[in-house]
């Protein structure tokens, strides 16, 4: 786990800000009040095994303990680097900032969907991310290709985020 250099950090804010605006100010000056210190840390984003997390100080620091073979996350992964070298979010974090669930991003579908259908969209560990309307039939999704749209976004957790300057 180490600190994103200057390019890494550039190709994430750009990115990011593509989806949440001028709120990404409001990311990475957000005060975190986890761990023990009474004086609020910063949150901050770390490079592990290709993954983009974002994280606290503190998290940070107790990480530190945990050699890097044994350590599976820190924080709130947003994201990975390619092969290729370029940055992309992760599939949750697609549909978090209120873009369309596309095939290579589905890893489970219920049996039976009809298009129209109204479908609740959970990550991988069973949490409710929002919900949608089915774009696609379930045999259908079977022969698109991995870019086609399955189900269209109709809102989401992330919504607050994104919105934070009209609520």
């Known amino acids: 786990m180490r600190p994103l250099d200057e390019k890494e950090t550039t190709a994430v804010f750009e ?3 593509k989806f949440v605006g001028n709120n990404l100010k409001n990311i990475v000056d957000n005060p975190s009040h986890e761990g023990p210190d ?3 840390g910063r949150y901050c984003f770390r490079l592990h095994k290709n993954k983009i ?3 606290s100080d503190s998290i940070v620091k107790r990480a530190t303990n945990i050699s890097r073979s044994n350590l599976v996350s820190v924080g709130t992964c947003i994201g990975k680097y390619t092969h290729g ?3 992309h979010l992760t599939s949750e974090m697609s549909f978090l900032y209120g873009n369309h669930v596309l095939k290579s991003a589905i890893g489970r579908i219920t049996e039976n969907i009809a298009p129209g259908d109204g479908v609740v969209v959970f990550s991988m560990s069973d ?3 929002g ?3 089915a774009a696609k039939s379930t045999q259908d999704c079977r022969k698109l290709d991995p870019n ?3 189900v269209l976004h109709q809102g989401d957790l992330g919504e607050y ?3 934070e300057d009209e609520l």
Do not use: D, E, H, W
């Open 127 to 129: 949490v409710p991310l």
């Open 131 to 133: 919900f949608g309307i």
């Open 148 to 150: 086609a749209i399955v």
């Open 85 to 87: 070298g370029s940055f």
């Open 161 to 163: 985020l994104r919105m």
């Open 15 to 17: 990115k990011l800000f």
């Open 38 to 40: 009474s004086i609020p």
């Open 53 to 55: 997390y974002y994280t």
